[in-house]
C-alpha cells in the first residue's frame, strides 16, 4: 500500500509560484501547515494561503487536504444578511472552492478541499489549486469586503460581480 501524502510535497510546487513555508504543529494546531505568502492585497495587508490535512475518521477515508486563505477583513454585524447573499451568488460561479463566514470568529475566508489518493502528491495539481486559489482571492476579494463593511450596496456588488465574471469568462 502506498504511503500517506505529506504536506512536504507540496513545498516544491508552491515554491515555484510563491514564498513557503512548513510549519510543525503547535499548541492550537494539531497538524502541520504550509504557508504560501500571496503578498499583499490592494490596500497593503499580509495574505497568505494556509494548507493542511484534514483529520480522517477512519483509515479508508481518502485524505483531505486544505486550501484555505483567512481574509484580512472582518465585517459589520449589519450587513451580515447581504454579506451572506453575496457570498453565496459568488460561490455559484467559481470554479472550485468558495467563500464562507464565522460569525463566531468574525472570519471571512476562501477554503477549498481536494481529496488526495495515497501516494505522493500530484505537483501540478497543488500548484494549479494554489494559483486558482490566489487568483480567486485577487479578483473578489474587494467586492467581498465593499458588501462586508457596507462601502457598496449589495445590487451594485451583484452588478459588478457579474461584469467582472463575464469578461473572465469571455476571455477564458
Known sequence: MPDAPTLEQALPPLARAFVVQLAPPDGGVDAA?????????????????????????????????????????????EQIPDLARFLAAVNVKLPIGHFGMSEVEG???FRNVVPCPPGPLDPAAIIYTARVCAY?????????????????ELEEAFTAYDRRAMVDEAAG
Do not use: C, H, N, T
Request: proline share 6%; aromatic share 14%.
Open 107 to 109: 472570519w471571512i475566508y
Open 33 to 77: 501547515q504550509v504557508f504560501a505568502d500571496l503578498g499583499p492585497d490592494a490596500k497593503g495587508r499580509a495574505r497568505r494561503l494556509e494548507l493542511m490535512f484534514l483529520p480522517r475518521e477512519a483509515d479508508d477515508e481518502p485524505y483531505a487536504l486544505q486550501f484555505f486563505v483567512l481574509m484580512p477583513f472582518s465585517f459589520e454585524l
Open 136 to 152: 480567486v482571492v485577487d479578483q473578489v476579494g474587494e467586492l467581498v469586503e465593499s458588501v462586508a463593511d457596507g462601502s457598496r
